[in-house]
């Protein structure tokens, strides 16, 4: 059976829409939203037991981007399965640092969200 992994990435993130006066500029992955999603097209896995139990549905992540770009208190806020929910935080916390938020000239941390829907497709 084949899969397919849709991925998709919002850089204003759901908690940064509470704080939107905290920065002015969002944080961003290097290259932008086309190179985080071909980033995670490459390192997300469909895992097997997710096949087998053909589990599917949208993952949506929470995390920080510190001053220095590095993404951390990385948090599930919807949770498919914990077999899905696992396989998203791996790959989050393989992502390289990025491009921090700006309040004025100064790097601040911020929230983003992303989410990663997982898609079985016969």
């Known amino acids: 059976m084949k899969h397919l992994l849709t991925v998709f990435a919002m850089c204003a993130g759901i908690a940064a829409t509470a ?19 071909q980033f995670l097209m490459q390192k997300l896995k469909y895992p097997e037991e997710a096949r087998k139990q053909k589990l599917q549905g949208k993952v949506i992540l929470g995390f920080m981007v510190d001053q220095k770009g590095k993404v951390g208190n990385i948090v599930v806020l919807q949770h498919v399965h914990a077999i899905l929910d696992s396989e998203a935080v791996r790959v989050a916390r393989a992502m390289p640092r990025w ?24």
């Not at 920065?23 to 290097?30: E, G, T």
């Open 19 to 37: 704080q939107s006066k905290q920065y002015d500029v969002a944080p961003v992955f290097p290259g932008g939203n086309t190179a985080l999603q």
């Open 99 to 122: 491009t921090p938020a700006k309040k004025g000239k100064k790097n601040v941390q911020a929230p983003v969200s992303l989410p990663i829907i997982f898609t079985l497709k016969k």
